[in-house]
Nanobody, 123 residues
Framework: VQLQASGGGLVQAGGSLRLSCVAS????????VGWFRQAPGKGDDGEFV??????????PYADSVKDRFTISGDGAKSTVYLQMNNLKPDDTGVYCC???????????????WGQGTKVTVSS
């Protein structure tokens, strides 16, 4: 599976962006897509943002984005969207989409990682 993320950009605090993740190649019948973000200057592995199980519809979110971000999937287009509203400077980072079998906060459960798209939120 190849993943391509897009939709990042520069936005003022309080604004919105919609990220897209397009999957191509062979996908499993049980399929989940998630988003992780890496804040600038942080040397950790990044933070879980949200995920969606495209079979069950379950959508776990990080507490920091709950009620502001919405993840959704379009199976016909093999695309997952992350609608981000009321953006804050702390949301700044590179957002990567990932895929695996389960919609989980655990990064080690995802075996496909796409290139990231950069999101910058100015104050």
């Amino acid at each position: 599976v190849q993943l391509q993320a897009s939709g990042g950009g520069l936005v003022q605090a309080g604004g919105s962006l919609r990220l897209s993740c397009v999957a191509s190649g062979r996908t499993s019948s049980r399929y989940a897509v998630g988003w992780f973000r890496q804040a600038p200057g942080k040397g950790d592995d990044g933070e879980f943002v949200a995920a969606i199980n495209l079979n069950s519809g379950s959508t776990p979110y990080a507490d920091s984005v709950k009620d502001r971000f919405t993840i959704s999937g379009d199976g016909a287009k093999s695309t997952v969207y992350l609608q981000m509203n009321n953006l804050k400077p702390d949301d700044t980072g590179v957002y990567c989409c990932v895929s695996g079998t389960y919609a989980t906060r655990r990064r080690d459960m995802y075996n496909n990682w796409g290139q990231g798209t950069k999101v910058t939120v100015s104050s």
